[in-house]
Structure formats: C-alpha cells, structure tokens
C-alpha cells in the first residue's frame, strides 16, 4: 500500500480535501451492531488483519461447499483504510459513540445552536460535565446565550436537557450546515480524504449514518494531519474537535477555530490576510527545508514547522448550501490572499469524486465483498496517478540520476551511483 503514496505529497501532505460518499453503500448483512467488551475505539481491527479475514472467507468458500462459519465483523473495530507509513501511533476509529450519543430525531427536536453553545465551552470555560453545579438563574443565562428558549415554567432539570441535548449534537458531529443523508437499512458508504493530486489518502468506512465525527477520525488517525484541511463542514469538524478533545484542538488552533483569525459574531472577517504557511511547497519561490524528524512534539508539522492548522470550506458548498451561521463565514479559503495557490485542488477533487461515483458497486453487495472492491479499486487509482507522476518527473530527468523517494515517500532525483 506505500508505494501508492503520492510522490508529490509522500507522507507529509500539505492539503487534503475530506468527501463522503453515501452512495457507495452495502448492505447490512456480515455486520454485527453490537458492542462487546473487545471493542476499543482506539484500537480497531487492523486493516492487514481484517484483509487477511476476508480473504480466508473467499478461499473457503470457494475450495469448500460450505463455509465453517458464516462471514461477520463488529461495526464498530472496523479499521480505516490509510497506508501504514501514513498511520499515526494510534487509529482511531468511534464509530460506536454515534450510537451511545442520543439525540432525539423528530422534527426541531433539538433547541438552541450549537455554534453558540461551543462559543461558551470554548471561551468561557462553561464545563458540561458539572451543569448540576449552576443554579437555576445561571442555567437560564446559559440557555439564552444558546439560544434555547427560556420560558418561565421549565425546570432546571429539563433546562440542563436541553442543554446536554445540544452539546450532544456536537459530541455526535451533527452539523446544522449540512444535513447527512442515508440510504434506507443500508451502510453509510464511505468517507475519503484525498490529496490534491487527487490521490485516496485515507478512507473510512461508515456503518452510521455520516457525521464530522467521520473526518474528525481520519484527521487524528493520520501521522502528520495536514496544514490545510478542506471539507464541507468546517463549522462542525472545529465545533465537534473542540469538544471532543479540548487539547489537542487548543494546539491545532488555539481559540480561532481553525480560521485565520478568531470568529466573532461582531464583525466580519478580515480578507486579504497573508499566510504563506498555505503556498504549497511545489509553488514556493524557495524550497522548504523539511524539519527533522523526532525534534518537536507530534503535532508540529515537517513542513511548516508549526502545529497551526486551517480548517477551510470548499467553494462549491458555500456558494449552492449557504451556512447557517455567521461564523462560518470564518472558514472561508478566499479570505486568504494565497487562496489562488490552491485552486487546481477543488477541480481534481470534483473529478476524484466523479470517478469514484461511476465506479460505484450495487447496493446489494455484502460488507466483504464491498469492502475488498473498493479497497482494490482505490489502490489500482492511486496507482495510475502515481505511474503517471514518475512518467512527468522521469521526463526532465537529468542524465545520471534516477527517481527515488526520500524517507517521507516524496519523489526525488538522485544520482546514480557509480
Ligand atoms: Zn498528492
Ligand atoms: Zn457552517
């Protein structure tokens, strides 16, 4: 699976652009829905070992009348789909708290915004896990600056509901932006994150219904998260991390949400703002020097030398699906003046995309099957792409050099050695 690593990205990829695809579902049979005690969401299946499951599955199945055993995997160790020089310390995969997550579905179930609710938690330290703690009057004050409707006759115990019901909305990965659709009793198809030369850089795929949660465990699982993260949902991927993991979003962003400045419901945001750190390296006037390995702390990205991330929205979904709140005009790519720099990127990701979409398999299909089709089809992309890459550098190659990949899997020249 490395060597259909980018050669342009390697390991060390500057932008990626997240994508689900509900479309490209299976059935349910072959998938458990229960928990049990071995399911750790820090510690999935491991792809390799899950492969190697299946394939076992197919051999007998086809030297054999009958199988042993029918064919199952627990829908919740089921392991993403990313090389394993681009596989992080640990994958993490929690699919299983979108289930232990409730959140009322009917109609305007759900009161308040929780672009509000997040401002207080992220701002004003408002601590979720001790709402016991407020008073009456207090929860009132909070409610309103939520949004929730106050009204005179509801109790602090339905006050603090309504409150635990919008901060499971985030937890969740709910996004009011965008609502997630599902093809009736069938899996949530898949969700990608690809690079900007249109290679699958991690995959995911989803039992549930799709939520930022998705992203969220792709972007954590990966080695080296990258500067520049696009998606549909910047809104609700920054909402749901910094609330999932307090921390580590503190240190990809501070408090500005991954934009480039910190939203406010006050002003608008400032445009023309300069930040290099989002030229990629092959537009930069100079090269980058790529820090070494093993000298900061896991977050610090080789390239820019920094662990600031951006979380930015793709055009195409904020001009057709306007967002529901005003600081998601925070997340917006134009407000940056190198925004120029990065826009080949959406159109390859639309033909990714399209690709992906007449490659579709039918719906019938059990999780096996699927799962292997996809996995295989995917690869054998990234293998044209890749080809197609060392045929481009292997054109201007001077005479005594080769093409080889540097130790983060870039393509590089080098001389050959006599
Ligand atoms: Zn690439
Ligand atoms: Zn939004």
Known sequence: MDDAICGICGVLGEVYLGDGNEKNCCSRKE????????????HPLSLEDLLERIKHHWVERTTFTRSSEPFSVNAFCLPPIIPPELRGETVVNTEFEKKTLSVNKGKNSVEGDPALLHIQIRDFNVDMQSLEKLSLQELRNLCEQC??????????????????????????????????????????GFYHLVCRHGVTVASKFLTLQESVRDAADLYLSLKYPPPIFICDTPCGFVRHLDCRDKIIASKLWGNNSGCFEVPSMEKLPEEGVNVPDIVPAEFRPVSVDVEVEGTADKWVHPITGSSRRYILGDRFHSTTNPHKSALCNFHDINLCLQANALKTSYQE????????????SACVQGFGTHFLYNFLMDFYQNEIIIHKQLLNLKKGLPEGFQVKRDRYRRFVYEAIQQ
């Not at 602090?156 to 599902?182: S, V």
């Not at 990701?349 to 579709?360: G, H, V």
Request: proline letters at 5%; glycine letters at 6%; charged letters at 20%.
């Open 31 to 42: 998938i458990l829905y229960s928990k049990n005690d071995a399911v750790d969401s820090s």
């Open 147 to 188: 949004d929730i409707p106050v009204t005179s006759n509801k109790s602090q115990q339905c006050l603090r509901g309504n409150l635990q019901q919008l901060y499971a909305t985030l937890l969740l990965g709910n996004c009011p932006c965008h609502g997630f659709t599902q093809v009736p009793g069938k899996t949530d």
């Open 349 to 360: 990701a639309e033909n990714n995309r399209k690709n992906k979409k007449r490659l579709q």
